[in-house]
């Protein structure tokens, strides 16, 4: 997806996928600062590690506590700090910064891929790990109405609510199902990844019917038991490709400064998943 939105940009630059060891982050983060990188994805664990290993930590990454692309930028003579694409000559000065694009891809799929009005919403989410925890906190900066969360391991639902009550107090957080509608029924647990697994809500506690739109974090595969079912109920739906797609255009944008080719991103990252 990265590759042809530069080429699609014209840029002679190349995406290229590391495998790096968790020990190994510091050093490398500084390797490909030492090297003039233009930036870096990175995905777990390392995102919650290079907090601490960034010269710079954006407002997104500060408040997500996550580090998910890193922009090198260089200082110029008179002082300010410029992404390294803006510089003809390699700059002696250099420095790591780092954003999360992850929380607005989230928000921005919700809206986009499945038409879903945040303002005012009453939201159910289905878990309470990175991911949920990320959604639940985006949602609540959103004006959402009324929040239900849900997870197998009680006790992080409950630390996320709690969360949510010290950032955004005016919003309703209950821990459990809702009993009458939602407008969106979210599904950020691992539950669909495997054809074996069970369904990621309890079907005694919920009907889908409840829901207007059903989003599935998971994209692969692209149809999973949650969405067949959501659609079987009359739901919108829509699977978690364009999470993944807009957290990327969002972080091209960032070492390019220029805007994101979003259909040559997204048709590149579908023949990717699904061949
Ligand atoms: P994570 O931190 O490991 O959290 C996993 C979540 O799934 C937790 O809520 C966990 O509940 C729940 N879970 C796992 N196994 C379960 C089971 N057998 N029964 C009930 N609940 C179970 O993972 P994550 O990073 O948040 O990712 C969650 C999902 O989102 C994954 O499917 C991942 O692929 C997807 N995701 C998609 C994108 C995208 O770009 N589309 C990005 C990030 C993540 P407990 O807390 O009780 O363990």
């Given at each position: 997806m990265q590759n042809a939105g530069l080429a699609?940009?014209?840029?002679?630059?190349?995406?290229?996928?590391?495998?790096?060891?968790?020990?190994?982050?510091?050093?490398?983060?500084?390797?490909?600062?030492?090297?003039?990188?233009?930036?870096?994805?990175?995905?777990?664990?390392?995102?919650?590690?290079?907090?601490?290993?960034?010269?710079?930590?954006?407002?997104?990454?500060?408040?997500?506590?996550?580090?998910?692309?890193?922009?090198?930028?260089?200082?110029?003579?008179g002082g300010a700090w410029r992404p390294l694409r803006e510089f003809a000559v390699a700059p002696q000065e250099t420095?790591?910064?780092?954003?999360?694009?992850?929380?607005?891809?989230?928000?921005?799929?919700?809206?986009?891929?499945?038409?879903?009005?945040?303002?005012?919403?009453?939201?159910?989410?289905?878990?309470?790990?990175?991911?949920?925890?990320?959604?639940?906190?985006?949602?609540?900066?959103?004006?959402?109405?009324?929040?239900?969360?849900?997870?197998?391991?009680?006790?992080?639902?409950?630390?996320?609510?709690?969360?949510?009550?010290?950032?955004?107090?005016?919003?309703?957080?209950?821990?459990?199902?809702?009993?009458g509608q939602v407008d969106l029924a979210l599904n950020a647990t691992s539950l669909g990844l495997k054809p074996e697994d069970p369904p990621p809500w309890d079907e005694r506690q919920f009907s889908l019917r409840q829901a207007g739109a059903v989003y599935d974090m998971i994209y692969r595969p692209v149809e999973s038991a949650l969405l067949q079912a959501a659609k079987a109920a009359g739901c919108r739906t829509a699977n978690g490709l364009g999470m993944l797609l807009y957290q990327g255009a969002k972080a091209l944008e960032l070492w390019t400064g220029q805007s994101a080719p979003l259909s040559v991103m997204r048709q590149a990252l579908e023949r990717n998943v699904y061949g």
């Open positions: 699609a940009l014209g840029l002679d630059w190349r995406y290229v996928a590391f495998d790096v060891d968790p020990s190994q982050l510091r050093p490398a983060i500084q390797g490909a600062q030492a090297m003039r990188f233009i930036g870096l994805n990175l995905t777990l664990p390392h995102k919650l590690l290079a907090v601490d290993m960034v010269d710079v930590l954006g407002e997104s990454a500060q408040g997500w506590g996550a580090v998910n692309t890193i922009r090198f930028e260089g200082r110029e003579p420095r790591s910064h780092g954003f999360n694009t992850d929380a607005e891809a989230i928000t921005r799929a919700l809206r986009e891929d499945l038409g879903v009005e945040l303002s005012g919403a009453r939201i159910l989410l289905l878990g309470a790990g990175g991911a949920g925890r990320t959604a639940a906190l985006k949602l609540a900066c959103e004006g959402i109405k009324e929040l239900f969360l849900v997870n197998r391991t009680r006790s992080k639902a409950e630390a996320v609510a709690n969360e949510i009550r010290q950032r955004s107090p005016q919003l309703k957080v209950t821990l459990g199902y809702p009993a």
